[in-house]
């Protein structure tokens, strides 16, 4: 047996090249939020791994199969669910490619080019984004490409940690506050819980649906002042640029400011929205970036670089390393001596790494900055044409104003409560908020019960549940205020104008049929 025969390798490849290109070619037929059953695939499984080789044709057929019906179409053009994971053909070639070196550059002699490469694209990338050269090697901080943002975030908050702990004595680390919105992503708190930020100086911040579920710089500064009067430290701020549920932009600008005050770390994670800043239009969304510390987006959702590729920038890297820095005999060499080279494993929690450049490298080099600037703003449009949908039709609602291109809207309470004064149709109303058919509960929601706020959540989560369940489109939810909204998020390459029209045909359909018209 040889695992890795040049021929062997030539021939596999090009099959599995022409399965995702037929793939590609077909993905609109498949339903997009696949529709198995949990446990499906044991039952098609044999117990026990083959003791014998099967040949690549047998496994590509079990693939199509078995494997495709349990898969969720990230890629298909009908595809609006959380946030995009936006492929490429360059994407997936620079994935290919480092799949095929297969090389592990923990530091710069373990391979050159790949750190060399990779701190020249997050130059590349900074000048784009027009980042403070404070932000760039050119200037005196630098980039650093990690998986996920939850790494970004872990990453940061270390450092953000043991540079507060270094001034304050490590004894302290029970006094380090961190600082964040409702709105907030999760992976902040769990960062905090993982690196012993003690559960009750986590401060989350309550935003409200009049200021677009932004953080208000007010209450962070009246919360900050009052943790500092009890005798606690501020540490870290997480000010987001584009939330998960909404797209809310925390006004960063004045948040540093208020931050700033404090001598406290200002992480900005822009995960979804940092890629459109490439475009100087959408530059003003990180107005203020000069006072933050550190800044990271995903290029993996909406920048054509298939997963997984975070991009973080810190200003001084020194504090990073310090904190993530290790020092065995067996990785010893003279370049790392010299003090002349990047080894990016003291910029990261693991030591072994993969070599993401190539695939940003091919991304950027394929498309330029014109091409990808103008897929941006193609789904920004979409967008626009969606949201116009919408507002056209008076049972929805637009719940938060659109920033980017996402659209949060929903079935207005008053489109349900036409229902529940529809005489025959109350059982429905019932129906539907509860999946049972009590009708004492329509008795309850006139009576105030049941609010009609939370009829309407029900009625939302019902319609969601039918576009889904229907395949054609696949979006989901959010939770603000209170109020359950529908996300329209578009930025699937292949998703174009009319998808985005078929899209709300099928939001429209299912709304009748939910509100049984
Ligand atoms: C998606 C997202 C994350 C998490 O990203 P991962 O790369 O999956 O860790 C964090 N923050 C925001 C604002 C996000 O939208």
Redesign the pocket.
Known sequence: MNPLDPKEFRRQGHMIIDFLADYYQNIGKYPVLSQVEPGYLKNLMPEFAPLSPEPIETILQDLQQHIVPGITHWQSPNYFAY?PSSGSTAGFAGEMLSTGFNLVGFNWVSSPAATELESIVMDWLGQMLNLPKAFLFSGSGGGVLLG???EAILVTLVAARDKMLSQIGRESICELVVYVSDQT?C?VQKAAHIIGIHPKNIRVIKTIKSTSFTLSPESLSSTIQTDVQNGLVPCYLCV?V???STTAIDPLGPLCMVAKKYGMWVHV?A??AGSVCVCPEFRHFIDGIENANSFSF?AH?WFLTNLDC?CLWVKDPASVIKSLSTHTVYLENSATDSKRVVDYKDWQITLSRRFRALKLWLVLKSYGVVNLRNFLRSHVEMAKTFEGLVKRDKRFEIFVPRNLAVVCFRLLPSAVAKISNGGSKTEDVAKISNGGSKTENVAKISNGGIKLEDVANGINRRLLDSINGSGTVYMTHAVVGGVFVIRCAIGATLTHTTHVIMAWKTVQEHADAVLNY
Do not use: L, R, S
Request: glycine residues 6%.
């Open positions: 946030f996920t943002t939850c992503h992976a987001t584009g939330t998960t994670d995960a979804y995903n959702k975070c």
